[in-house]
C-alpha cells in the first residue's frame, strides 16, 4: 500500500508541474500577443543609459513572465546589430529582477483560485469578437491553470512531511554547495527557474523544506537558467554569445557571495520577513527578490568594466567582424561642414562599389565551377555565402548614407553641394540595385546548384562579358570618389564594347542550341547569367550619366 501511496504522490506532482508549465506557457502566450511583438523593437530603443537598460529589462520579464525570452530576445538584437553588446548588459541585470515577481505571487498561495480563474478566462477567450477580451482570458486562464498546478503540487508534496526517507535527503541537502548545483541541474532539465522556485516555495508552504536548503536550491535555479541563453547563443557572433556570459558570470558571482554570507544572509530576510510558519514562502520569496536587486544596484556602476572584461575574454573574431555591416567614413562631427560631409558620402559611396565590384567578380563562381569555391576575403564562408553577405552591406549602408545626406542638405547649402548630395543618394541606391539582381540569381539557382554544366564554349563566352562587367564596376570607383565627369565618360566608352558582345555571343548562344542538346538544357541558367551581367552592366552605366548630370549642373 505504501508503494502505491508513493506511486499515487508522484503522478500527482507531475500532472501539478505539468499543469503548471502549461499554465505558465498559455500565461506565455497571452502577454507576448498582448505586447504584440513590442518587447524586441522596446529593448531595440534602448540608449547607452544603464538605468533605463536594467528597468526595461525588468519591465520586458514581468510583461511576459519569462527571463529566458527576454535573453533569447537580447541576443538577437545583438547579433543583428540592433543593439551593442555594452548595452546589453543593463537589461540582462533588469531580467534577473523582473523574473522574482511570479515568486512573489506564488508566495501569496494562491491555490484557491485556480480554478475559478480558468474558468472565467477560458470563457472570456470565447469572445473572438473582440481581441482585448479574449487576450485577458487566455493570460487569465494560464494564470489559473498555473496556480492550479501548484495547488496540486502542494497536495503530493504533503506527505514529505513525515517520510523519513525524504528527511534524510534534506539532511544531505544541507550542504550549500550541493544544494546549489542541484537546483542548477533540475533547472537546467526542466529549462524554467520560474517553475523549479514555485516547486521550492510549494513544498515550503507544505512544511517539507526549511529556509537553509530552499534559499541555495534557489541560487542554483538561477545558475540553471542560463541554459537557454547558452543554447540560444550557439553559433551566434561572438558579441551575442557574449551576451550569454554576461548573465553566467552575473549569475555565479551573485551565488559565491550570497553562499559565502548565507548565515547572515538569511538571518537578515528573516528581520524584515513574517517569521511565523507561514511565512516561510514569504521569506523564500523574498531572498529571491532582495538578493537579485542587492547584486544588481552592486554591478550597475561597473558594467562599463564588466564589459570591457568580457570583451577580453571572448574578444571579436576580425574576420567574423568584417562580415558585419558597418559604416567606415560617415561622421556626425562633419555635418556641421557639409562639403566635408559630402565629402565623407563621397567615400562610403565608393567603398560601396568597391563591394559591389568584388560581388560581380565572384558572380559566376558558383555557377561555373571557376575559383576555389570559397570566398577571397573570408575563406570560411562558400562563394555564395560570401555574396549574400555583401548584398547585405549594400543594403545597410544604402540607408546609412542616404539618412546622413537628408541630414547634410537640411543644413543651408549652396546648390552645388545639394545636387551632388541629391546624385551620391542616386547612385547608392543603384547600388543596391545592383546587389539584388546578384540575390535574385542566387534565389533562382540556390547555392549554384544547376543539373547540367554549360557548355565550354558557354563559359568562355560568359567569361568574356563578365570580365568586361567587372572594367566598368571598378573602373566607377575613382569616378565615385572623384565625381568625376572625365572618368564617368570613359566608363560610357568602355561599356559600348559591352553591348556589342551582348548581341554577338546572345547569337551564337542560340546557334548552338539547334546543333548541341547540351546547349539546350543549360539554356535557362546560361540566360540567366546574361541577364545578370546585363543589368549590371546597365547600372553601371546609369551611374556615369548620373555623375555626368551633376557635373554639368543637372542637365540631362
Known amino acids: 500500500m505504501e508503494s502505491q501511496s508513493v506511486l499515487s504522490n508522484f503522478l500527482l506532482f507531475a500532472g501539478g508541474l505539468a499543469v503548471f508549465l502549461l499554465g505558465m506557457k498559455s500565461l506565455n502566450a497571452g502577454l507576448r500577443k498582448a505586447s504584440s511583438g513590442k518587447i524586441a523593437g522596446w529593448l531595440s530603443s534602448i540608449t547607452g543609459n544603464s538605468i533605463s537598460a536594467l528597468l526595461s529589462g525588468a519591465v520586458a520579464t514581468v510583461a511576459v513572465q519569462s527571463s529566458s525570452m527576454v535573453m533569447l530576445t537580447l541576443i538577437g538584437l545583438v547579433q543583428s546589430q540592433i543593439l551593442t553588446f555594452t548595452q546589453s548588459l543593463g537589461v540582462v541585470l533588469g531580467a534577473e529582477i523582473g523574473t522574482t515577481t511570479m515568486a512573489q505571487l506564488i508566495a501569496f498561495s494562491p491555490g484557491e483560485l485556480g480554478l475559478p480563474l480558468f474558468a472565467v478566462g477560458f470563457f472570456l477567450s470565447l469572445v473572438r469578437r473582440n481581441r482585448a477580451v479574449a487576450l485577458a482570458g487566455e493570460v487569465l486562464s494560464g494564470l489559473g491553470l498555473l496556480f492550479f498546478g501548484l495547488k496540486l503540487m502542494g497536495m503530493a508534496v504533503e506527505p514529505l512531511r513525515t517520510s523519513e526517507q525524504f528527511l534524510s535527503v534534506l539532511t544531505t541537502l544541507e550542504n550549500p554547495v550541493l544544494c546549489v548545483l542541484a537546483g542548477a541541474l533540475m533547472t537546467a532539465l526542466i529549462q524554467s527557474s520560474g517553475a523549479f522556485i514555485a516547486i521550492l516555495i510549494t513544498m515550503a508552504q507544505q512544511g517539507t523544506l526549511t529556509l537553509e536548503v530552499a534559499v541555495p536550491l534557489m541560487f542554483g535555479a538561477n545558475v540553471g537558467t542560463c541554459i537557454t541563453a547558452a543554447i540560444g547563443s550557439a553559433g551566434s557572433m561572438r558579441a551575442a554569445r557574449r551576451v550569454f556570459l554576461a548573465q553566467l558570470f552575473f549569475n555565479l558571482t551573485y551565488v559565491i557571495v550570497f553562499v559565502t554570507f548565507l548565515s547572515p544572509w538569511l538571518d537578515l530576510v528573516r528581520?524584515?520577513?513574517?517569521?511565523?510558519?507561514?511565512?516561510?514562502?514569504?521569506?523564500?520569496?523574498?531572498?529571491?527578490?532582495?538578493?537579485?536587486?542587492?547584486?544588481?544596484?552592486?554591478?550597475?556602476?561597473?558594467?562599463?568594466?564588466?564589459?570591457?572584461?568580457?570583451?577580453?575574454?571572448?574578444?571579436?573574431?576580425?574576420?567574423?567582424?568584417?562580415?558585419?555591416?558597418?559604416?567606415?567614413?560617415?561622421?556626425?562631427?562633419?555635418?556641421?561642414?557639409?562639403?566635408?560631409?559630402?565629402?565623407?558620402?563621397?567615400?562610403?559611396?565608393?567603398?560601396?562599389?568597391?563591394?559591389?565590384?568584388?560581388?560581380?567578380?565572384?558572380?559566376?563562381?558558383?555557377?561555373?565551377?571557376?575559383?576555389?569555391?570559397?570566398?577571397?576575403?573570408?575563406?570560411?564562408?562558400?562563394?555564395?555565402?560570401?555574396?549574400?553577405?555583401?548584398?547585405?552591406?549594400?543594403?545597410?549602408?544604402?540607408?546609412?548614407?542616404?539618412?546622413?545626406?537628408?541630414?547634410?542638405?537640411?543644413?543651408?547649402?549652396?546648390?552645388?553641394?545639394?545636387?551632388?548630395?541629391?546624385?551620391?543618394?542616386?547612385?547608392?541606391?543603384?547600388?543596391?540595385?545592383?546587389?539584388?539582381?546578384?540575390?535574385?540569381?542566387?534565389?533562382?539557382?540556390?547555392?549554384?546548384?544547376?543539373?547540367?554544366?554549360?557548355t565550354d564554349e558557354g563559359k568562355r563566352e560568359i567569361g568574356q562579358l563578365h570580365e568586361q562587367v567587372c572594367r566598368e564596376v571598378a573602373a566607377m570607383s575613382l569616378a565615385i570618389a572623384e565625381m568625376s565627369s572625365q572618368r564617368a565618360e570613359a566608363v560610357l566608352a568602355e561599356g559600348r564594347a559591352f553591348d556589342r558582345m551582348f548581341l554577338e555571343l546572345g547569337f551564337t548562344h542560340i546557334l548552338r542550341i539547334r546543333n548541341r542538346p547540351e546547349s539546350e538544357r543549360t539554356h535557362d541558367l546560361h540566360m540567366e547569367l546574361l541577364r545578370a551581367l546585363d543589368l549590371l552592366h546597365h547600372q553601371a552605366m546609369s551611374m556615369a550619366r548620373t555623375i555626368i548630370r551633376t557635373a554639368d549642373g543637372g542637365k540631362a
Open 271 to 454: 528581520a524584515i520577513s513574517p517569521s511565523d510558519a507561514a511565512g516561510l514562502p514569504r521569506q523564500i520569496a523574498n531572498a529571491h527578490t532582495f538578493s537579485n536587486v542587492f547584486m544588481a544596484i552592486v554591478f550597475l556602476p561597473f558594467l562599463p568594466l564588466y564589459g570591457r572584461f568580457l570583451t577580453r575574454l571572448l574578444p571579436d573574431d576580425p574576420e567574423e567582424t568584417g562580415r558585419i555591416p558597418a559604416v567606415w567614413h560617415l561622421r556626425d562631427s562633419a555635418l556641421a561642414t557639409p562639403e566635408v560631409a559630402v565629402g565623407l558620402a563621397r567615400l562610403e559611396v565608393s567603398r560601396m562599389n568597391k563591394i559591389l565590384g568584388r560581388m560581380s567578380r565572384a558572380l559566376p563562381e558558383p555557377f561555373l565551377g571557376t575559383g576555389r569555391g570559397r570566398d577571397l576575403i573570408y575563406s570560411c564562408l562558400p562563394v555564395a555565402e560570401g555574396l549574400l553577405m555583401r548584398e547585405e552591406k549594400l543594403d545597410f549602408l544604402e540607408k546609412k548614407v542616404t539618412a546622413y545626406l537628408i541630414r547634410v542638405m537640411q543644413e543651408a547649402v549652396d546648390e552645388p553641394l545639394i545636387r551632388q548630395a541629391s546624385a551620391l543618394m542616386a547612385l547608392a541606391k543603384e547600388l543596391e540595385a545592383a546587389g539584388d539582381v546578384v540575390e535574385t540569381l542566387l534565389a533562382d539557382f540556390p547555392s549554384g546548384e544547376v543539373s547540367f554544366e554549360l
